[in-house]
């Protein structure tokens, strides 16, 4: 007895205690995940021993190269479940005894770089740091991607044409039990309104989408892999508890298709907008066990013509997550569309489809823009209401705008409708209006446009043009005469067109003053081809030699040019070269000084009044010299140095 108390002894102090210990994590489903920023991930730690009291089970996320050193981020869960995921919890794991199989919910930080190579070690809040790696099927590592742009709302009940509007929403099982009979099924509310999330689009009418090997696991996934938009954030995305009600109406070419469905989990297909199911599978299953096809129902195919209301469900409850369904056109039946008739007013007309052995048809008329329609008699002004050829005799105005349909059999199990066209009665002799961009043109670079409406098949003007505008420049009677190809004709009004007469204005010289008497509403003075600034009216005043005339719109509108004018003193000597000068001060009283910056050679200098009459004369030999204004009256002089002209105001 001694020797056992000495054995326990012994053990009790010197045997080492139970170390602590967590095992690596791995993603719930087990796919390596690709999220983006803001995405949450959900985690299983298979065990967790002997840690610190109060400890706090934390995530530690590597760099994008999968390395522990810097950048590396400690991630706090958001919620853990001791039961595999049946049931939540808020904030982390806070250790108090031995867990297997616990689940976390770790949130990607928003500003984390994309990267292919991050990993995950667990950790606790005191400092313990697990030895094993992240671990998931595939690469091991978790992928990083940027965010996306999400789409616009839709409607909860949207349905696109020729695209499948996938709409998402999450569930909550009410039972732990797998979900393998119609009535637990059936217990499930996988589309309840308060529980949907968005949706997203996928373009091709056959599609295969494994969200487990793709993403991750994650619905909806990236824009461009698994589907082609989505409204839903990067940071949204689901990987258990979801279902999706995929909505499309699809416009079929009439003929005999293959349709089949293949889920994990369940998956089910209607072909009247969900108020019967074709196809359904629609069980928690595995994928290899979730296919449905009308090959039993159907061995020659389902036909289908037109447009078709397509409506899949899926539900997915946790681990993979695969969707796909086919259609494969096996034969076609094409009914030919006899196209829009249009004729004039007395005509006969037919709606032809061709013949094709082994059809039957009925035709369908309208006189509602569509509304409803109703069977073709075969009597008078129809005949063939029941062949490929429906002939309208001595249409009339009333029938203008009648809608014609035929429905097809024995191309497949169903009648099939042509596509609907429209009877056009055409009112021959109704004078059409031309319209004019103008009816009086300017006698220079000016033209008027004249149209008639394009939805004719010839036009012959009166010039001989055969388009349905003209362009002239010339004055005259227009008019046209169109036709429709039924060869119903329709005579234009007439448009007379004149031209106003060219005037040239005449500028006249007075002195320093140029002026024109002819009306207009805007001038504008010229010197050498250059704009002379500020001069705008009917007349101006010389300041400087040169060749001016004078541009203006008359009262017409119309642009006008005059006759020019040279303006130049001869007789004088000029500065010499490089020579300018200046008059200040300016106004003047009864003196002024002339200053020149150069030499002025042998060049005087010439004072002329407003009439152009020379009143004063000077010889400036040095720089500058003072001129006496006493003599002079009041107002505007312009003094000249050789070809220099200075206006000078006298008070």
């Not at 109406?249 to 969900?274: E, V």
């Not at 006189?367 to 002939?391: I, R």
């Not at 329709?490 to 006249?508: E, L, R, Y």
Request: one cysteine or more.
């Amino acid at each position: 007895m001694k020797n056992i108390f000495t054995l326990a002894v012994i053990l009790y102090f010197f045997l080492p205690a139970q170390s602590q210990y967590m095992s690596r994590s791995q993603p719930v489903p087990f796919a390596c995940p690709t999220v983006c920023p803001g995405s949450v991930i959900t985690l299983e730690v298979f065990q967790v021993q002997s840690l610190n009291a109060g400890d706090t089970v934390q995530a530690w996320l590597s760099n994008a190269s999968g390395s522990f050193g810097s950048g590396t981020t400690t991630l706090t869960p958001t919620a853990y479940s001791l039961n595999t995921g049946t049931t939540w919890m808020s904030g982390p794991y806070i250790y108090s005894s031995d867990v297997n199989n616990l689940y976390i919910q770790i949130t990607i930080p928003a500003n984390l770089p994309a990267g292919t190579g991050y990993t995950i070690k667990m950790k606790t809040s005191s400092g313990y740091v697990a030895g094993d790696l992240f671990s998931c099927s595939g690469s091991n590592y978790i992928t990083v991607t940027s965010a996306y742009p999400v789409l616009g709302n839709l409607p909860i009940t949207a349905s696109n044409s020729n695209q499948w509007v996938g709409h998402v929403y999450t569930w909550v099982a009410t039972t732990s039990a797998s979900l393998f009979t119609t009535a637990l099924v059936d217990s499930q509310d996988f589309y309840d309104p308060a529980n949907y999330k968005g949706y997203f689009l996928k373009d091709s009418l056959s599609f295969d989408i494994n969200w487990l090997t793709a993403s991750g696991g994650t619905c909806p996934g990236t824009p461009g892999v698994l589907n082609d938009g989505t409204n839903i954030p990067c940071s949204e995305g689901f990987s258990t508890l979801y279902s999706i009600k995929f909505l499309r109406t699809q416009n079929f070419a009439p003929g005999s298709y293959k349709l089949s469905i293949q889920g994990d989990d369940g998956i089910r297909l209607s072909i009247d907008g969900g108020n019967t199911w074709l196809l359904s599978s629609f069980f928690e299953q595995e994928y290899a066990n979730g296919y449905a096809s009308t090959d039993s129902a159907y061995p020659n195919g389902i036909c289908l013509s037109g447009a078709t209301n397509l409506v899949i469900e899926y539900f997915q409850r946790n681990v993979d997550s695969h969707a796909t369904f086919t259609c494969t056109q096996l034969s076609s039946t094409t009914v030919a569309d006899a196209g829009n008739q249009s004729t004039c007013p007395g005509n006969n007309v037919n709606f032809n489809l061709g013949n094709s052995n082994g059809l039957t048809y009925q035709w369908y008329y309208s006189t509602n823009n569509g509304a409803s329609f109703q069977v073709v008699p075969n009597t008078a002004p129809f005949s063939g209401a029941n062949t490929a050829n429906l002939g309208v005799s001595s249409v009339t105005d009333a029938e203008n705008g009648y809608l014609f349909r035929c429905s097809v059999t024995g191309v497949c199990s169903s009648p099939i409708n042509t596509p609907t066209d429209t009877l056009f009665i055409v009112n021959g002799g109704t004078q059409i209006t031309i319209s004019a961009s103008k009816l009086s043109i300017c006698p220079h670079n000016d033209s008027a446009v004249l149209c008639v409406p394009s939805i004719y098949s010839s036009y012959m003007w009166s010039t001989g043009a055969t388009t349905a505008c003209i362009t002239t420049d010339t004055a005259g009677d227009y008019f046209v005469t169109t036709a429709y190809r039924t060869g119903c004709s329709f005579p234009s009004n007439h448009v007379q067109i004149s031209v106003f007469p060219a005037i040239t204005p005449t500028i006249h010289e007075t002195g320093s003053i140029l002026s024109t008497t002819m009306p207009g509403s805007s001038y504008q003075w010229y010197n050498s081809g250059n704009a002379v600034a500020g001069d705008t009216m009917a007349s101006m005043t010389i300041e400087a030699i040169g060749t001016y005339y004078l541009t203006m719109l008359d009262t017409n509108g119309c642009p006008e040019q005059s006759n020019s004018i040279v303006t130049k003193i001869t007789g004088l000597n000029e500065l010499s070269a490089g020579a300018t000068f200046s008059v200040y001060p300016n106004p003047a009283s009864d003196k002024c000084v002339v200053l020149v910056n150069a030499n002025p050679g042998n060049a005087p200098l010439l004072v002329y009044d407003e009439l152009g009459q020379l009143v004063l004369q000077s010889m400036i030999i040095s720089g500058s010299a003072e001129v006496s204004l006493r003599n002079l009256a009041a107002g505007i002089y312009l003094f000249k140095m050789g070809e220099e002209v200075r206006k000078v105001v006298k008070e």
